[in-house]
């Protein structure tokens, strides 16, 4: 009798046949292929000659880095967050199937790693129309393609992986952070014009949840006891990676980006007095106040709208983010408890991007030196 799980059976004619895998499309189907037998014990081991063989076979000879992708994807997709899959999806289909598909993994080297990085830095795509991708679209890309080429080293395609590639230096970009009066002018349209909706902009501004976390919110994550908020998913927007999708991009509600961001963060007094004003059933979208969600994409062109009607410059919904973390800093924030706040990896990480001290602060730091004088 066959394995639970075992590809072998018994087919009407009285035969046993044993299924196997020969190949992946291009869009990572598999095609199978048969064995058959008189018996269940004779198909099973023609089964393990083939795939004997077939190991063998694939130790000394080559096969496409295109098919190799494809391949690890395909294996890796059980181990990822849909998102994470979706943009490896996105950068393979875009850059690395275009570019080696046609590519023997045993034709791999330097040269050609060197080449495809610096096709990338001149025009992005083999068209060279867009101008090139960032530096840390290409550093993605590398990252991507190393782990592709070390899955080929262990399924024997590819031998002593060392490859070095000369990558560009990634500058870090620094958000914008609404100033102290940009703060106030914001706070002051809000309070005048407050509905449910604009507390999601507070929750931001005043606590530092992201754009995601914040639409996906619903009233069973406030404890009105404990005076907090459980930060434990977000709704992002990704590309529909499904076969024959109707549509280009899909919505998803997962856990948020990583372990750490799953948090309790404690809710300042004025904005616990707004959330008991407005309370809803526990299975209602805190933003929308009703079981339907406001995806990020359209809260983020209302969070402009806001910004035109309260006279401040146009900027993205992440720098609230940012604000709260260059606020609390500058209020003097533990920074640990901040990094916590924050949902971030470690403190080192919050003091490089989310910390930027104003003009104002650095002035009344440096005029405390005055008593020296």
């Known amino acids: 009798m066959p394995k639970r799980g075992e590809c072998i059976y018994k087919r009407k004619d009285g035969r046993w046949e044993a299924r196997y895998i020969e190949s992946y499309t291009n869009e990572g189907k598999a095609n199978y292929k048969s ?22 076979r694939k130790s000394t000879s080559s096969t496409g880095v295109g098919q190799l992708s494809i391949d690890w994807l395909k294996n890796k997709r059980i181990h990822i967050k849909q998102s994470t899959y979706a943009n490896y999806y996105r ?8 570019y080696f598909k046609n590519v023997s993994t045993k034709a791999l080297s330097e040269e050609i790693l060197n080449k495809f990085i610096e096709g990338k830095l001149v025009g992005g795509r083999l068209d060279n129309k867009d101008g090139g991708l960032s530096a840390k679209t290409i550093h993605d890309l590398w990252s991507l393609l190393a782990q592709i ?26 958000l914008l952070v609404l100033s102290q009066i940009e703060q106030s002018k914001l706070v002051k349209y809000i309070k005048l014009n407050f509905d449910i909706e604009k507390l999601g902009v507070l929750l931001s501004l005043f606590m530092g ?50 372990e750490k961001s799953i948090r309790e963060i404690p809710i300042p007094s004025f904005l616990l007095s707004l959330l008991k004003n407005y309370k809803g059933p526990f299975c209602t979208y805190i933003l929308s106040g009703t079981t339907s969600y406001i995806e990020p994409r359209a809260y983020q062109s209302r969070f402009k709208i806001y910004l035109k009607n309260a006279g401040i410059k146009d900027t993205k919904y992440h720098s609230l983010r940012h604000t709260f973390a260059t606020r609390a800093i500058e209020h003097g924030f533990d920074i640990k ?20 001290p104003s003009h104002e602060f650095k002035k009344i730091n440096i005029e405390k030196l005055a008593v020296c004088y």
Request: net charge positive; with cysteine.
């Open 35 to 56: 064995v058959y037998a008189p018996t269940y014990t004779e198909v099973k081991n023609k089964l393990k000659l083939y795939r004997e063989s077939n190991t063998k």
């Open 209 to 258: 949840v992201r754009l995601g976390e914040v639409c996906s919110l619903t009233w069973s994550d406030i404890n009105f006891e404990t005076k907090t908020v459980r930060i434990n998913k977000t709704i992002q927007r990704i590309k529909n990676t499904e076969d024959n999708a109707a549509t280009k991009t899909k919505i998803i509600i997962d856990t948020p980006k990583s």
């Open 337 to 356: 408890a901040l990094s916590e706040i924050l949902g971030h990896s470690s403190v080192k990480f919050t003091l490089e991007r989310y910390v930027h």
């Open 149 to 174: 080429i070390k899955y080929g080293e262990l399924k024997n395609y590819v031998s002593n992986f060392n490859y070095m590639v000369t990558l560009p230096k990634i500058k870090t970009s620094e």
């Open 91 to 98: 950068l393979m289909h875009n850059h690395i199937l275009p």
